[in-house]
């Protein structure tokens, strides 16, 4: 191929390593020339089994060609991606290898190991470099152009594009880089490369294409795929140490096939889901759904189908009229249509998560030819403690495929044997064990889990793109749209923008939406389309209401009844609230009484246990154990859950709770007392008030809301309570006030549009004497909504940018990598996502136990050192908590927290994959403990009825 040393030195490079556990010592080795053909040979089943076809098309559509252009690009870039490790700078790091490729013409001098710049001249950094290049030097590509632009996939394999910066240094220390027959043997990689692809010939028709960012990060996160999967040495074998001082081995295509043929049916990727086109609607949706179709899911579903081409749709209906189904059954048509592999279904939170991984999974058993051999994934933070989701893990595929590391010198993982496959005759998707973990779960075929997952696809992180992919080859599916505030919304918006530019089908669920934030959203997706129009955009009131990008708004008949709710409004005393609930609940009945902060909610409840009993007081906030919150949240739906044979009504109750009974919880009311709160949320919190149709005791037969936490109601301007301000917008608290201070009745759900877009429209609402206060709070809001939309800008993603544009710097000044991050969510929440911990109890010898009180395996002795077995790690991991927002802050006290909890280090933990790296926050036997760590300083208690509570020191 080249003259000189370099004609076959370039077959002595190597790319992996396999070393003794106790020395550290090179035990195995992989020639480069074999990762490279294993890669590309991977990235093109890839292409041809498992990536999505809506993906395919994106990729083919950028290349100006079909299918088969694309697959020719990912399979060239997968047999490039390692050239740079054709360097000293890398071959350095294994120094017995480096002696046996300097013995056929590859000199290392050995002090580069020593080099203090030795590890930035890094292997994919050279490897850009050189691809660019030659592919502008040798083939007539584009500098600027695609030259620049399939380089950048080479440098950014390893999850960070590189910078210009970074990229300068490669041309500065030339030595390390390479120079004369390391050139040459890059040339000779490259030129090997071309030719499996056809020659230069076949690569260089695309010398004149422009790729751009959504192009470049799909190929990119592909490569990234199969250069893991490549990687793992239990499906691509290393080799003998001794064979890299035999003679060369040339490149072998059969050999290269029966290794990739082995490998690849090792790791046995879940098949493609095809979904099949909806031919009547009607009927479809009672086979999948065992119900009538709502006027609101046939709408959906009818602008599902109309769309041409893929687009954005939201749906704002009442809470109960069955968004959930009508969004699976446009999910259902959009992919049809579309190509879509899957779909990705969004949450607010873990347990609206957990109740909607059982529905998408009912869903999946009725489609037809029921899809068991697709992949499904629960995203969030403590999946593996879902039954369901263990249940897939326990009866589907479980493949003991580790998660390969890429980096010079770490041996492949081998977490254990291969095990077979139970499929049970209703099962629907399997949980694929190379389809877990944070990063690789949501490329799974069905995800559902909590919206931060979508959320991060628009912050700056390592390995950016394999979110991306994750989410461009799927419909994508967010519920309750309207909880996310102008932080998240902003975040929410560019994720949005880039769904755009990848063609990816959207639907949007809201109960109540404004309608400034309607067109925002449909802005957002079609300036990633590049769309001049995004349809008519209307302030109508009009409700229920489907929108869709490129169609004309569709208002919808409801299909629930109207029923009139009583407002009655009363002072902010304790006092006060005890004396309507022992009027209203004389003849029995089960009120709700929701409050905007935890404090309210535990001193509320405090004295509610005090006046009626802790039998009929029932606490419920997100301050709980994930063990504990779980059996709350089943008592709340087995107790005022819908009518039926499993519902367990109590004659009398009084559920206090915060926001936790806002969102997808299915429960029902007889009278409900309410905080005041933005105008949206107050009617959120209404949707559970009389929401099924049962008997119920006559003082609370009329549905009746009481809104409570102002100062006084005959105050000028009627203002929320000072703790509510610090939770919701004060401009948005005096809007709703000025709404409902008059007001004595509410429609549900005629009302719910016109006070929603009254709420949050540009006219002034409330007497006269309150304008001066509103204008002051609306200039308050507007401060700091442009404050928070700059916070958020820190480590918000670019748009995607001209045709020209590259991935370089990508993510530079970003997070890092955001999975490892114990306050990763507060990056999308601008900090609200709080500290996350494991909460044991020190026994009276100083070791571990399970906390007492928890119903399952409570006071378990947990080893310190030794191993925990898998039934005691999950029950540890059930015991989950969030620490107060106070605690949590991205500043000195919530560091200090952070650092004061990594005192808790214990062997143990880091032996089981389920605790390793998760904070641990031990209470004493009386349930407390104190953390200090520089300006942070807390005491925190546990109460199995009241949650955790806190006070500083």
């Not at 076809?53 to 020719?72: F, H, K, T, Y």
């Not at 000293?88 to 190991?113: W, Y």
């Not at 220390?173 to 040459?184: S, V």
């Not at 997952?453 to 992919?469: D, T, W, Y």
Request: with cysteine.
């Amino acid at each position: 191929m080249v003259g000189g040393a370099g004609q076959h030195a370039w077959l002595s490079v190597w790319a992996k390593t396999g070393r003794d556990p106790a020395t550290g010592a090179v035990t195995e080795w992989l020639p480069l020339h074999d990762h490279l053909a294993d890669t590309a040979g991977v990235a093109g089943l890839l292409f041809d089994h498992w990536v999505s076809p809506q993906v395919v098309a994106r990729i083919a559509a950028a290349l100006g060609g079909d299918s088969s252009d694309a697959r020719r690009i990912v399979v060239w870039l997968g047999a490039v991606h390692d050239v740079g490790k054709a360097s000293p700078a890398f071959a350095v790091q294994a120094p017995e290898l480096a002696q046996a490729m300097s013995e056929h013409g590859l000199l290392v001098d050995p002090r580069f190991a020593q080099d203090s710049n030795r590890s930035k001249i890094r292997h994919e950094y050279v490897g850009q470099q050189g691809v660019r290049s030659w592919l502008a030097d040798d083939l007539g590509f584009e500098f600027r152009g695609a030259a620049a632009q399939l380089a950048c996939v080479v440098g950014g394999h390893h999850g960070v594009p590189p910078s210009r910066t970074e990229l300068g240094l490669v041309d500065k220390r030339p030595d390390l880089a390479g120079r004369q027959e390391w050139e040459q043997a890059r040339l000779a990689v490259l030129r090997w490369a071309t030719e499996l692809i056809g020659g230069p010939q076949a690569l260089g028709r695309y010398k004149g294409v422009l790729l751009g960012r959504p192009t470049q990060a799909l190929l990119t996160a592909i490569v990234i795929m199969a250069d893991w999967i490549a990687s793992n040495a239990e499906l691509f074998p290393l080799e003998p140490l001794l064979t890299a001082y035999d003679a060369p081995r040339h490149p072998d295509p059969e050999r290269s096939a029966a290794r990739l043929a082995r490998g690849w049916a090792a790791l046995d990727l879940p098949s493609r889901w095809s979904p099949r086109p909806i031919e009547d609607v009607s009927s479809t949706f009672a086979q999948r759904f065992g119900k009538v179709a709502r006027p609101v899911q046939l709408a959906t579903v009818a602008v599902a189908l109309a769309q041409e081409e893929p687009g954005l749709i939201i749906v704002e209906a009442p809470m109960g009229e069955g968004k959930t189904e009508a969004a699976l059954m446009a999910a259902e048509a959009l992919a049809a249509r579309s190509g879509a592999d899957g779909c990705f279904v969004a949450l607010p939170t873990r347990a609206t998560s957990d109740a909607m991984f059982s529905r998408v999974l009912a869903w999946m058993r009725a489609l037809p030819g029921r899809p068991t051999n697709t992949s499904v994934t629960l995203a969030h933070g403590t999946a593996s403690l879902n039954d369901e989701y263990r249940g897939l893990l326990r009866d589907g595929y479980i493949r003991g495929v580790g998660d390969a590391s890429c980096c010079a010198g770490t041996p492949a993982t081998s977490p254990g044997p291969v095990r077979g496959v139970e499929e049970a005759d209703d099962q629907a998707g399997i949980a694929h064990h190379w389809l877990r973990g944070r990063k690789k779960g949501p490329l799974a075929q069905f995800v559902i889990g909590t919206v931060d997952q979508v959320l991060f696809a628009g912050l700056k992180s390592r390995h950016l793109m394999l979110r991306h992919l994750a989410l461009a080859g799927k419909v994508v599916i967010i519920d309750e749209v309207h909880a996310y505030d102008v932080y998240m919304s902003r975040y929410l918006d560019r994720v949005l923008h880039w769904l755009g530019a990848y063609g990816t089908p959207v639907v949007m669920l809201s109960a109540t939406l404004p309608a400034a934030r309607r067109a925002e959203l449909l802005a957002a997706y079609a300036g990633g389309r590049r769309d001049t129009g995004t349809g008519a955009v209307t302030d109508d009131p009009a409700y229920p209401m489907v929108t869709a990008t490129g169609h004309t708004p569709r208002p919808v008949a409801a299909g629930v009844d109207s029923r009139q709710v009583t407002l009655v409004r009363l002072t902010d005393d304790l006092d006060t609230v005890v004396t309507l609930l022992r009027d209203r609940l004389a003849d029995g009945g089960c009120a709700v009484v929701i409050r905007n902060t935890v404090g309210r909610v535990q001193e509320t409840a405090d004295r509610l246990v005090a006046e009626f009993g802790e039998e009929q007081v029932t606490v419920a906030h997100s301050r709980f154990l994930a063990c504990d919150r779980a059996r709350l949240d089943a008592g709340l739906l087995r107790r005022f859950g819908p009518p039926g044979s499993g519902c367990e009504r109590p004659s009398r109750h009084i559920v206090v709770a915060s926001q936790v009974v806002e969102q997808s919880l299915d429960v029902d009311f007889d009278l409900m007392v309410t905080d005041l709160a933005p105008i949206d949320l107050v009617l959120q919190r209404m949707g559970r008030l009389h929401r099924h149709e049962r008997p119920r005791p006559g003082r609370v037969r009329e549905p009746r809301c009481v809104v409570v936490g102002v100062e006084g109601w005959t105050a000028v301007p009627v203002r929320a309570v000072r703790v509510s301000q610090r939770v919701y917008s004060e401009h948005a608290l005096l809007r709703a006030a000025a709404l409902l201070t008059d007001r004595d009745t509410v429609s549900l759900p005629e009302d719910i549009s016109p006070l929603v877009q009254a709420g949050y429209g540009p006219t002034a609402l409330g007497p006269d004497t309150w304008q001066m206060e509103m204008r002051r709070a609306r200039q308050a809001e507007e401060d700091s909504d442009y404050r928070r939309r700059g916070k958020a800008g820190e480590y918000l993603l670019a748009e995607i940018g001209g045709l020209t544009a590259t991935l370089d710097a990508w993510v530079k000044a970003g997070v890092g990598d955001a999975d490892a991050d114990p306050r990763a969510g507060g990056r999308v929440r601008d900090g609200a996502e709080s500290i996350e911990v494991l909460v044991v109890q020190q026994d009276r010898d100083g070791g571990l136990l399970t906390p007492e009180w928890i119903d399952s395996d409570g006071g378990q002795q947990i080893p310190l050192d030794d191993q925990v077995p898998g039934a005691l790690a999950r029950t540890i991991a059930a015991c989950s908590l969030r620490l107060p927002l106070a605690m949590s802050q991205m500043n000195p006290v919530g560091d200090g927290v952070i650092a004061a909890l990594e005192r808790n280090h214990y062997t143990s933990f880091d032996r089981a994959p389920l605790l390793s790296g998760q904070l641990v926050l031990v209470l004493d036997q009386g349930r407390s403990a104190e953390l200090r760590h520089g300006p942070a300083a807390f005491r925190v208690a546990y109460d199995p009825q009241r949650g955790l509570v806190h006070e500083t020191l």
